[in-house]
């Protein structure tokens, strides 16, 4: 079984579509690539907010929308 995360206008990211299968994952780049975007991304779903950001103005991309 597969599962796919996808962003929109999430932070950094214009658009992101991302498969992973079951079992441990590395996420590695850069500073300022996305990894903790994408883990933040993971986290919305279950808490229904960010763990950080007190506003979603503060998770949409720079300029989108």
Do not use: C, F, Q
Not at 22 to 47: E, S
Request: a positive charge; aromatic letters at 6%.
């Amino acid at each position: 079984m597969h599962d796919e995360i996808s962003l929109l206008d999430l932070r950094g990211y214009a658009s992101l579509a991302a498969r992973v299968g079951p079992g441990p994952h590395i996420v590695w780049g850069r500073n300022a690539d996305g990894k903790t975007t994408l883990l933040r991304a993971m986290v919305l779903p279950a808490w229904g907010r960010s763990h950080r950001d007190a506003a979603d103005g503060g998770l949409t991309r720079w300029g989108a929308g």
